[in-house]
Structure formats: structure tokens, C-alpha cells
């Protein structure tokens, strides 16, 4: 939960681990519920689709998971409203910031993200489940959608917005990698899964596997989407076009930066990560909604994925995963670190 006071806000970041949906995700569901259900409607009822509509899109584009939302809106209590959003079809809008960038060393690639957004909009769980037979660990958003993780294949996703104002026919994005992460092994089957499921607002998702393989791709709901061998992705998409977000955000310094430390024949694997928790890329904007949230480490051969914060971290695996809570202060200054 958050605890605000004029200068900062404190918010607790949580490990779930159950492998079967059940009680500990039904108390996160309702502890986040009121909020989602007030940003659900924000536009007004008529403006989502029906829960028929949703359930057959849903069912259409990810059959896969139909078992998964089923037992999720079970045990959400099967309100209209709460398997409309659980569906992500069609949801409203939503904007965040990121970076995100895949270390390409081959004997022991990583993938790195910034999550920029504001405090009060994190769900902050970290769940490893086994919903359809196999190990997922993943950043919760949307309830049980995925901002990024990793699977038993040592498959690894991460989303970033991708700087374009359209909103259209498809799904939130986190759903859809939630699919990605459930079904695929490696990246060609993951970048299948993104050209094929519609994403109803602009994305870049980088995709990373055990053996290497990467790929960012640009999605958007009125373009077809672009695959890239690309190994950074910021908020544009190749050219900025919405020139207010790419200013607040700074999305070309931010990338210029990764590509400056790709070139620096001296650049570690370490300096790498540690570039992340220091400007331009960690962004201290919390009251604007631009804030770092964290930082997340991705190691696809071992497993396992870490969280980090300026003078804090805090690692999980497949192999050994321990629930628990760690509490971070966000602050303009001096930025977000570990409350002892």
C-alpha cells in the first residue's frame, strides 16, 4: 500500500507465490479493485464493450487462457464489470514512460527496464504462479497482466509505451504478454503471439531468450506492427510523433544514452545495470507520473529477475522464490530507496 506525506510517498512491493489462482490473488484483486473499477468506467459503461463481446474476443484471440480468466472472474465474484476489465479488451486508455534495453553479450545476455509511472498506479506484486503448468515470474498490472517477466524457458518480455496517441480495436497490452510468457519458449513464437493479438494502443515490447535471440517490436492498433533487431526501446517508435510526451519523458535522451553506453568499448555488464539508476534514465518525476518505480533485471539462463533502487535490490528465481514485502520511498529528492 502507499502512505503519502507532502514530500514522499512510501509504497510496499510484494511477492506472491501461488501456483494455482486462489485466495492470495483474490486478495490482491480486492485490494486494487475500487481502483480499477473507477478507471474502468472513467469514460462511462456504455463506452466498454459488453461482457459477451469481451468474453468472445478474448476467447478468439488467446483460447489458451480461457481457463485462467474463467477462474479469475470466479474469483473476483463474476460481476459484469469485473470480467468486462479482467478481459482487457478494449480497456481505456493508459500511459507510462520506461526504458528498456537487452545486454547482448551471448554468454550471458540480460535484459534491463526501467518502469516509469506514478506511485499511486503501481500494483507493485511480483508473482510466480504455474496457471497453465509452467513457472511464470511477472510484475502484475491490470490485475494479471504482465509490465515484464520471465518463464521456465527462460523467455523474457518488457513493455514500454510507445509514444502514439491512437486508441483502437484490441486488448490492453499487458494481457497479451501475459499470453506471451503462459505459451511461448522462445522469442519467434513470442513475436507470432504480439503480430497476431491486437494491442489497442501503442507499445514497444523487447523480447529476449535463452539463447540470445531478441527482438522489439512496434505495436499499434492502426498500423501493422513493425519487428525490429532492435536492442533498445524508449517511448517512439523509430521517429517521435507525439512531441509533448517525448519532451516530458525525454524518450531521444534516454535512447541516445543506451546507444552511447553499446558504444563504449569500456562499458561492463555491471556499469550497464548500474546506468539505469542514474539520470537520464532514472527519472525522479513522481508527481507528474514519470517517475523510476524500479528497476528490473532479467538474466534469462538463470532464472531469475531483480529488483532494484538506488542503493536497494532485491532478487527472486524460478528455482527459488521467497514471498515477502520490501517498502520504497519515492521522493522528487533524492529519489526512491530501500526504508530500513
Excluded at 173 to 199: F, G, Q, S, W, Y
Excluded at 216 to 245: C, I, K, M
Excluded at 295 to 323: D, I, K, N
Excluded at 329 to 334: F, K, R
Aim: charged share 25%; hydrophobic share 40%; glycine share 8%.
Amino acid at each position: 500500500m502507499t502512505r503519502k506525506d507532502p514530500n514522499r510517498i512510501e509504497f510496499d512491493f510484494e511477492a506472491i507465490d501461488e501456483a494455482e489462482p486462489g485466495d492470495r490473488w483474490r486478495s490482491h484483486f480486492l485490494r486494487h479493485w475500487d481502483g480499477y473499477r473507477e478507471w474502468f468506467l472513467s469514460q462511462g459503461d456504455a463506452a466498454r464493450p459488453s461482457y459477451l463481446e469481451s468474453r468472445s474476443r478474448f476467447e478468439r484471440a488467446m483460447p489458451e487462457l480461457m481457463p485462467v480468466y474463467e477462474r479469475l472472474v470466479e474469483l473476483a465474484g463474476g460481476g459484469d464489470i469485473a470480467a468486462r476489465l479482467l478481459s482487457l479488451y478494449r480497456p481505456p486508455p493508459y500511459l507510462t514512460g520506461c526504458s528498456q534495453a537487452v545486454w547482448t553479450d551471448l554468454e550471458e545476455p540480460l535484459l534491463v527496464r526501467n518502469y516509469d509511472y506514478h506511485p499511486r498506479l503501481l500494483e507493485g506484486a511480483m508473482l510466480k504462479s504455474e496457471w497453465l503448468g509452467r513457472p511464470v515470474i511477472a510484475m502484475l498490472d491490470c490485475l494479471w497482466g504482465v509490465l515484464d517477466g520471465i518463464n521456465d524457458a527462460g523467455l523474457v518480455v518488457s513493455l514500454a509505451f510507445g509514444g502514439r496517441t491512437q486508441v483502437g480495436d484490441g486488448f490492453g497490452i499487458p494481457v497479451v504478454l501475459r499470453h506471451v510468457l503462459e505459451t511461448c519458449d522462445n522469442t519467434e513464437e513470442a513475436v507470432d503471439v504480439l503480430k497476431r493479438v491486437p494491442a489497442h494502443m501503442a507499445y514497444n515490447v523487447t523480447v529476449l531468450d535463452r539463447a540470445g535471440r531478441f527482438k522489439t517490436v512496434y505495436l499499434s492498433p492502426d498500423r501493422t506492427p513493425v519487428v525490429r533487431q532492435f536492442p533498445v526501446a524508449t517511448n517512439h517508435q523509430g521517429r517521435v510523433e507525439w512531441l509533448e510526451h517525448a519532451h516530458a519523458t525525454a524518450t531521444l535522451e534516454r535512447e541516445r544514452f543506451l546507444f552511447s553506453r553499446f558504444a563504449d568499448s569500456d562499458e561492463t555488464v555491471d556499469g550497464f545495470v548500474q546506468s539505469f539508476l542514474r539520470p537520464p534514465l532514472l527519472s525522479r518525476a513522481y508527481r507528474r507520473g514519470y517517475g523510476t518505480l524500479y528497476t528490473a533485471v532479467y538474466w534469462p539462463r538463470r532464472g531469475q529477475v531483480e529488483l532494484r533502487w538506488p542503493g536497494a535490490s532485491w532478487r527472486q528465481s524460478l528455482g527459488t522464490f521467497v514471498p515477502g514485502v520490501r517498502t520504497v520511498v519515492y521522493a522528487d529528492e533524492p529519489g526512491p530507496a530501500r526504508k530500513n
